[in-house]
């Protein structure tokens, strides 16, 4: 079971530009210029802050591009670095001990901070960052707007009990690096990412998507609004697992829960980074802009 991370939002935008400055000053040399906590400051309390969560091994970096688009909407963006992320040493162990309740925890304080930076408060995240969009959609009722988007419910295109059986397996045998991609290594793209995983972080992740899938058979979401997008023929996540946990919320809540596939991109996980190959930023963009619903009044 994972224990529920106590909430202390923010209770003034000076409050949360010192919580945030904090964060970013608590990064030490390891981490990466480009990897550091990123912030779109617009000066002053703004009627949306908008949280960004990256995915497994990525960092900040993965939404530079994209938090200035963000940004440009009038919200105050805040992108933070989770735990073991983002170190100049790409080939770092570091992730070997990541734990689920670390990643909450992180999330947790950066939708805290963002209580602060906005009236009201949207989170999207990617993989990873969308499993943690989808969790605190779920248990945090001051959430307006959610988009998590190719949530890692389940591995590759595996049923959930198999995927769920091999995460068990995983987290009580030696913890393995692998390659996200064994034919180019350690020259894998984009250079926002570690080239390789842990299995024990990434079984620490689906630990958080048990947690929202089995809540979800039982109670209403807390957010307002919760849109999750996938990619029709994204080859690391199973899509129908996704696709259960937005009918477990349709069933408890008569409006607020949407579910959009893109049929229109290439096979690709990483949608968000404009240095993935397989990207079409100006294509997602513009709709994860859409989904997020920034411009209504939830």
Not at 19 to 41: K, S
Request: proline share 6%.
């Amino acid at each position: 079971m994972l224990e529920r991370p106590v909430s202390r939002p923010a209770t003034s935008y000076a409050e949360a530009v010192e919580r945030a400055r904090t964060m970013m000053a608590l990064e030490g040399a390891r981490v990466a210029p480009n990897a550091r906590t990123a912030f779109f400051d617009r000066g002053e309390r703004r009627p949306w802050a908008v949280v960004l969560l990256h995915g497994l091994t990525n960092h900040p970096g993965q939404f530079a591009q994209f938090g200035s688009v963000v940004s440009k909407t009038g919200s105050n963006v805040f992108i933070p670095r989770m735990p073991k992320h983002g170190y100049a040493d790409r080939m770092t162990v570091a992730l070997a001990t990541l734990s689920a309740e670390e990643l909450l925890s992180a999330t947790n304080e950066a939708l805290d901070i963002a209580c602060g930076l906005g009236e009201r408060v949207a989170v999207l995240g990617i993989s990873m960052g969308g499993l943690l969009a989808a969790y605190f959609a779920h248990f945090r009722e001051d959430v307006a707007s959610a988009v998590p988007v190719a949530p890692d419910f389940a591995m590759l295109q595996l049923p959930r009990s198999v995927s769920s059986a091999l995460a068990s397996l995983f987290r009580v045998l030696p913890n393995m690096f692998l390659w996200w991609d064994p034919r180019l290594r350690a020259a894998q793209r984009p250079k926002t990412a570690y080239p390789r995983f842990a299995t024990h972080a990434l079984m620490q992740t689906i630990r958080i998507g048990d947690a929202v899938y089995e809540e979800a058979k039982l109670t209403a979401p807390l957010a307002k609004r919760i849109t999750t997008v996938v990619n029709r023929v994204d080859p690391a996540v199973n899509n129908e697992v996704t696709q259960e946990v937005v009918s477990f919320w349709e069933e408890t809540r008569t409006s607020g829960i949407e579910f959009i596939e893109y049929r229109d991109l290439p096979e690709n996980h990483d949608i968000i980074d404009p240095d993935n190959a397989q990207a079409r930023t100006e294509l997602v963009y513009p709709r994860l802009i859409e989904a997020l619903h920034l411009l209504e009044v939830l």
